[in-house]
């Protein structure tokens, strides 16, 4: 069985997301265990808490497509940003997924 891998969240090639609940998170990167077929991505976007409004430069047009397959890949965003700057502040993460499985994400120093 795959490390984390009890369950998992699934998108076909047209596409899905999901959004988390708010959340308060410490550290500076965000990592997923993931994996997408060759066709298939994953993107992050990070949303104010209780708003659909993007955190400026955490949008999903900001997020750098993550393919492959891995246990613990760090998604990055344009311009080099960084996370720790918003640690300790409510956030949602949605993620967009084109014919892949999410089976967890946490966030490390």
């Not at 369950?7 to 410490?26: M, N, R």
Request: proline share 4%.
């Amino acid at each position: 069985m795959r490390v984390d891998g009890f369950a998992s969240v699934q998108a076909p090639l047209s596409g899905g997301e999901l959004v988390t609940k708010p959340l308060i998170f410490s550290g500076r990167e965000l990592v997923l265990n993931f994996s997408a077929s060759a066709a298939g991505s994953v993107r992050v976007e990070l949303l104010r808490d209780q708003m659909n409004i993007p955190v400026e430069g955490f949008s999903i047009e900001d997020c750098i497509e993550v393919l492959g397959d891995d246990l613990e890949r760090v998604v990055r965003w344009k311009e080099g940003r960084e996370l720790g700057d918003l640690a300790g502040t409510p956030v949602r993460l949605r993620f967009v997924l084109w014919d892949a499985e999410l089976f967890s994400f946490r966030f490390r120093e």
